[in-house]
């Protein structure tokens, strides 16, 4: 895991080692949880982001696939009234995962967090609301699924440039092999970035 300095940052670090990986048995067993009415179900994953203070429910389950390495996706957010939590992980190939604070007003903010996330390690990560997120593909083929706590809304779409140079991700490719589409590459930077209220949350 790699990240820039800051005490929100490793707040959500910490956040982050706190999630359970979901290994093909513990898999199997969410999967028949899910069958049960939602106030019966608290698998190892709801307990842990509970233990954390993150009680919001998910209304949206999103599924992107990339067919070649190097693909970069991001980096999203959503403004208010329809800012997102997204709880991500890979169940195909590998993404490295990035997180950048665009809150206003926030110690950390423009500071990033990066995990690797595979079908190899299981791993998740819990995005908060108030960060752009994205991700950049490490195989040829990467499957990410990722819940949401509000649902899209084009019209609050927004997104900060992936290569931004006051955010300076060290992302694991060079910039040459990366590829985006072209919304993703018109994405201001930071410093053009109107940021998000810090207080700002879902229509909750």
Request: aromatic share 8%; charged share 20%.
């Amino acid at each position: 895991m790699a990240a820039s300095a800051g005490p929100e940052i490793e707040r959500l670090i910490a956040l982050l080692g706190k999630l359970p990986g979901l290994g093909p048995r513990s898999a199997r067993r969410a999967t028949l949880a899910l069958l049960k009415k939602r106030d019966q179900l608290l698998t190892p994953l709801s307990q842990a982001l509970a233990e954390a203070g993150f009680d919001k429910p998910f209304v949206q389950d999103n599924h992107s696939l990339s067919g070649q390495r190097g693909i970069l996706r991001g980096l999203h957010f959503q403004r208010p009234p329809f800012t997102q939590d997204k709880l991500v992980r890979v169940i195909r190939g590998a993404v490295f995962d990035v997180a950048v604070d665009i809150r206003q007003g926030s110690p950390s903010f423009g500071q990033w967090v990066a995990v690797e996330l595979s079908e190899e390690n299981w791993r998740q990560v819990l995005v908060p609301a108030g960060f752009a997120h994205g991700f950049l593909t490490l195989t040829d083929t990467a499957e990410v699924l990722y819940k949401v706590t509000d649902y899209y809304a084009p019209e609050a779409e927004g997104g900060l440039a992936w290569d931004a140079p006051e955010v300076g991700i060290d992302w694991p490719l060079p910039a040459s092999d990366v590829k985006t589409n072209a919304r993703d590459s018109q994405w201001p930077g930071l410093s053009q970035l109107k940021p998000l209220q810090a207080a700002s949350t879902s229509r909750e």
